[in-house]
């Protein structure tokens, strides 16, 4: 079983609706969880971290996370062409040195 | 945010020489920086921990004699591949945290070095 597991997509949406990303990861002792986005050739970048169950927003997205079932989600809402890129879950487990580790990313379409 | 910067950002080198990698933290100080791999289409991989003034921590399977890792400074960590051989070519990222935002504080990606061994 991987550490962390995305499916690859790709995810097509169109343009303005909403975007599920999903993520679920095997180590229970994981603290927080980071969603990044990475443009094709580029390095990722940070879009949302959340370390506690619930709902976090900030902006179009919303991070989701449910520490019982092992289970971080993002939303994107209002989705626009730009959206159209890589999105990586990464988990921080303390107990690994607080290492990233991330999932293989899910591929994201926002269609005109 | 706080800029971590990678030089080169693309390098082509012969089968059999040595490749360094220069990741800065530009504007705050990691004790801690990590080099990723990527290759096409996968996710990243971390390759090491690189620890400021004491040797890195390498991932199962990176071999650390081929891939060199020096902390030199709180700001300053380089990777060196070294023999390298068209398999080793990749994207290789380094990562920091700023050592005042603690443990679990934001990790920040340098841009990327691509690597293409002939």
């Known amino acids: 079983q991987k550490e962390v597991e995305q499916n690859s997509g790709p995810l097509s949406v169109p343009e303005g609706a909403i975007a599920s990303l999903n993520c679920t990861y095997s180590d229970r002792g994981s603290q927080s969880f980071f969603w990044y986005r990475q443009y094709s050739g580029k390095s990722p970048e940070l879009i949302m971290f959340?370390?506690?169950?619930g709902d976090k927003e900030d902006g179009r997205f919303t991070a989701q996370l449910n520490k019982a079932s092992q289970y971080v989600s993002l939303l994107i809402r209002d989705s626009q062409p730009s959206d159209s890129a890589t999105y990586l879950c990464a988990v921080n487990n303390r107990g690994g040195g607080n290492k990233l580790t991330f999932g293989t990313g899910t591929q994201l379409k926002v269609e005109l | 945010g706080a800029v971590v910067s990678q030089h080169p950002s693309w390098v082509i080198c012969k089968s059999g020489t040595s490749v360094k990698i220069e990741c800065r933290s530009l504007?705050?100080?990691?004790?801690?920086m990590f080099w990723y791999r990527q290759f096409p289409k996968q996710s990243l991989m971390l390759m090491a921990t690189s620890n400021e003034g004491s040797k890195a921590t390498y991932e199962q399977g990176v071999e650390k004699d081929k891939f060199l890792i020096n902390h030199a400074s709180l700001t300053l960590s380089t990777l060196t591949v070294t023999s390298a051989h068209p398999e080793d070519s990749s994207f290789y990222i380094c990562?920091?945290?700023?050592?005042?935002?603690?443990?679990?504080?934001?990790?920040?990606f340098g841009e990327g070095s691509r690597l293409t061994v002939l």
């Open positions: 959340i370390y506690s169950n």
């Open positions: 504007d705050f100080q990691a004790t801690t």
């Open positions: 990562s920091a945290r700023d050592l005042a935002s603690g443990s679990t504080g934001e990790l920040f």
